[in-house]
């Protein structure tokens, strides 16, 4: 009797015990956990005369400070986390009509008016006496990343480590090292696969404009739509050896009537419909009365290739890129029979950029060189455009500490932009491409206080000025610049003398150009009306 007791006993036990096991043999799950990391930033910075894009009239200058919080937040349980990005920029001192964007602002512009906040509304408000400004929240990252592909992710049935971010995003280095074709930030989807340690692959799709349904059913002048923009960006990650790394690119960029500036330089041409490449006009369809969007039946279809590389060696370094850009693209402008109307052209352009570093102790030596095709003066737009168009550069191309003016220096909203024809947004000077050497020493006193000095003379690939059928050619373009008074022009754009044309205004043309350009070079003014 004992006996079968304790055999019921144990068996007994043995089943109360099986069904416990798995749960004891479980992995606990992971802990959420939240993490903030961030910069804070105080500033001030002096400049005279870079402002405007006029240096001709050294009147404007500045001596402002400013702060920056920068703050983000993931939320983590294991490998899956969300991240969200803050971003606020505030003036010292009250610097418009109103301290901030809100309440009290019945304009909606932050300060009170367009540039009344540093930065053309980059800084959401200015911190006034008694402070207690309504300062404007941007959100930089909003974005979720999981496992895709590998061990414990969605298809755990494909072997090797996918990352998936999906989401508003950073660039970081999906396209390139080097700032030269992607950079800043977007919407969109990123695929980080891992087959080696030295072979990964970055597949990304770039929302640049969305449509929402019904936007495209009303007349070309009453659509609302901006067509489906988007970029599709394939790059690959080599480490052949310790110390080197290439990135090949392949990039393809689609636009449907208007799109984003960043994505496309707004140059001048005379003949385009609109006078601006980037314009409502230039890509309205039929109707040249379109919308703001445009017409999407106007397309843009541009293939980048790249090769970016970083090369280590001791004290060496050595970091080489190249770039060509295809593609065909579709204006409203003058055809050859004089009639207005879609007129098809066609894109090629190279891109070079390459850096060489030594490092002597606390002394680094560095020099840089750059070349971008451009377009002649006399080119017309509408059919070849042979510069180079990045897809997104956040005005980040030539900063980091390589000029605080034609790229952004320590102060990140001075430098570069409109004032300088986008040459750290488009890279080139305009539509005439961009030539430009630079030599850099950096002398680090302690490893976290270096100084440093650069020369770096630019020019244009193309000339601006030329002569043209036995006239001076001069290239010109009306732009809506702040501080610049009415009819005053800037270099860029396509007004010229021709013989042959309007031989009284041309001839009448010309010899006020003469006199213009002996007494200032870099001014002129514009005597008729455009086109008329």
Known sequence: MRRSSLVIAVFALIIFAIPALPAFAQTPPPAPKVTITGTFDQITAAGRNIYDGNFSRDNDREWYARTRFRPDFEFAVGRTKAVLGIELDLNYGQTGSNDGGFPGNSSGTACGFTGGCKGAGSAGGGLDINTDVAGLFEIKWIYTEFDLTGKDSLMPFIPVLTVARAGGQPFGTIANYKVYYANGDFAGLDLYTTFTPDIKNHLAWVDVEDQLAGGNRALPNARTNRGKDFAIIESVELTPFKGLDIKPLYSWFHADGTTA???????????????????????????????????????????????????????????????????????????????????????????FDVIGSYQLGPLLLEMRGVYTTGNKARDNLSLSKRYYEPLDLDTGYWSGGWLGILGLGVDYFNGGGPANQGMATNIGYDRYGRGQFALRATYSITPAFSVYGVVAPTWTAEKVLHRHRGERWVHLAVRPERGVRPRRLLPGGGWGVENGRAPERCGREARSERRLLRRRAREAVLLGPLGS
């Open 261 to 351: 500036g960043a994505a496309r330089r707004n140059a001048f041409n005379f003949k385009t419909v609109g006078l601006f490449m980037n314009s409502s006009a230039a890509t309205g369809g039929s109707n040249p009365a379109a919308t703001a969007a445009g017409d999407a039946s106007d397309h843009e279809d541009r293939h980048t290739l790249g090769l970016d590389a970083r090369w280590r060696v001791g004290p060496f370094g050595l970091d080489p890129t190249i770039s060509y850009q295809t593609g065909t693209y579709h204006t409203q402008a003058q055809q050859a029979n004089g009639s207005v109307g879609r007129v098809k052209g066609d894109a090629s352009a190279w891109f």
